[in-house]
């Protein structure tokens, strides 16, 4: 059991540092296209932020955890766990490849919900909080869209309400912003995605009966905000590359803006309990203050292909899951 224990601890740690540096190009991309931190810097910089916020909270591991089923009555659970894993770290990897900023939260609940599906039947799976987890994650791109337009209307309006009309000056001004604003983004990152991890270890550590409950061990905290760290260090310049180039020209305003407003909704959501998909609030939030300053210059054509990722990631994953269940399950039980 505990070389089995060992097994899930490894992959889910994998899932958590790839998931670092899958993610990092969400919370510094916006401060690297408009040159506000170098890349090195700003690598190191998230990549110290997310280890902390990794550290802040559980409550969002609790509902990875224990809502999508029930690790102290469910069957089979270490096959579905280990499915669970490689399901999220594959789906990771390929988008990553190809430099689309997919949903790593969306890859684990979906993983999760067809390994389950696939080991312990229907009956099993907690569709009331499976649906829950799901309608967060359909809700918050939308509602930061929504607020990312409000937030940048409004600082716009203040700057031509201010008279100051100087590019340059304000260009100036907003770039030390987003150092502040990119930090933030990288805390409330780590305080939402690592905790995936952290849930997903505990489901493992419920049910192998080393606990019967769904708190975070500090060890657990530890090691999984190391591994986002670690992960964040290592950086992620294909998916920079499409967050901060291939949506939108991003100036300091619009960054600052998109920062701030998708650390607001992050943190709501986490002091909700909730996961959600950072990459998908970041971009959501890069096009709705985009959306202000330039509409026709969104590159809608890429908006698309990013949604489409969106909608697929879930399935896909739920499916990839349940096959290699099977396998595991055929070959290895």
Request: glycine share 10%.
């Amino acid at each position: 059991m505990l070389t089995i224990l060992f097994i899930i601890v490894g992959l889910a740690l994998l899932f958590d540092f790839i998931n670092g540096f899958h993610d990092t190009a969400n919370a510094i991309a916006t401060s690297i296209s408009t040159r506000a931190l170098t890349p090195r810097f700003a690598v190191f910089y998230a990549a110290v932020l997310n280890f902390v916020g990794a550290l802040y909270s559980s409550e969002v591991a609790k509902t990875v955890g224990g809502k999508v089923a029930n690790p102290a009555t469910i069957d089979n659970g270490v096959p579905i766990i280990i499915a669970t894993l490689i399901s999220a770290i594959l789906w990771n990897l390929i988008t990553w490849y190809f430099g689309i900023p997919s949903s790593s939260s969306h890859t684990l609940i979906g993983s999760l919900a067809g390994g389950v599906i696939a080991g312990a039947g229907t009956s099993s799976l907690n569709w009331s909080g499976f649906g829950e987890i799901i309608l967060i994650l359909v809700l918050s791109p939308i509602i930061a869209f929504a607020t990312g337009f409000i937030i940048m209307w409004f600082i716009r309006r203040l700057i031509l309400a201010s008279g100051n009309h100087s590019r340059s000056k304000l260009n100036r001004t907003f770039r030390f912003f987003q150092i502040l604003s990119a930090g933030l983004l990288s805390f409330s990152h780590g305080g939402n995605d690592a905790q995936k991890a952290m849930g997903i270890i505990v489901f493992g550590l419920v049910t192998l009966g080393y606990q019967s409950d769904m708190n975070v061990p500090l060890w657990v905290k530890i090691c999984a905000a190391t591994a986002m760290g670690l992960g964040t260090s290592i950086g992620g310049m294909r998916i920079i590359k499409t967050m901060s180039k291939k949506l939108i020209k991003i100036e300091p305003i619009n960054g600052f803006a998109s920062d701030l407003n998708s650390s607001l909704v992050i943190q709501i959501s986490t002091h909700m309990g909730m996961p959600l998909s950072t990459t998908h609030v970041i971009s959501s939030s890069i096009i709705g203050t985009g959306a202000v300053m330039r509409f026709y210059d969104v590159k809608w054509a890429t908006v698309t292909k990013m949604v489409m990722t969106w909608i697929i990631t879930i399935p896909i994953s739920m499916l990839l899951a349940f096959i290699l269940y099977k396998i595991i399950y055929l070959f290895f039980i």
